[in-house]
């Protein structure tokens, strides 16, 4: 079994047994896809919910509108069946508290709900998330069997 990494503004693909990690999201969302038919997951570190609204938009794992794309194909490829594939998303946390009521400043929310809206507008079903807070999470992907290890500091580890 190998452990496949996965930086900030990037994504993998792995069939079981292999786990594939990020660390650190903060206002990031990790966007897990899983088929458990052919046990084929793929997670993509977003930082931004939309490429449209940045010029320097190169790296599509960067963005969730091209990130989740780029991850189903990615997955298909290697033999998963989009009606098989659900999701789960961790992350979208507000780091830092701003006096500000401009949504702008609010980019873990904005995140989730990009990632939300993608994942819906491609059919893909949200099963469970881990989303919001103030704190930071790092999420492990067991292609075994799906499931999706959250690790936080100071609010413990869960399996969801």
Do not use: W
């Amino acid at each position: 079994m190998e452990i496949i990494k996965v930086g900030m503004a990037d994504l993998a693909v792995a069939k079981s047994p292999h786990k594939l990690i990020t660390l650190g999201l903060g206002s990031c969302i990790g966007i897990v896809l899983y088929d458990s038919v052919y046990k084929i997951g793929g997670l993509a570190h977003i930082m931004l919910p939309s490429s449209k609204e940045i010029r320097n938009n190169s790296n599509k794992a960067k963005f969730a509108d091209t990130a989740i794309d780029i991850l189903i194909d990615k997955m298909l490829s290697l033999g998963a069946k989009k009606n098989n594939i659900r999701a789960k998303i961790a992350g979208g946390s507000q780091m830092f508290s701003f006096n500000s009521k401009s949504d702008v400043l609010k980019i873990g929310e904005r995140n989730a709900n990009a990632s939300r809206k993608k994942l819906s507008e491609c059919r893909i079903p949200i099963i469970c998330e881990d989303c919001g807070g103030n704190y930071g999470r790092t999420i492990e992907l067991n292609t075994k069997d799906g499931s999706l290890l959250v690790r936080t500091i100071g609010y413990g580890t869960k399996i969801i």
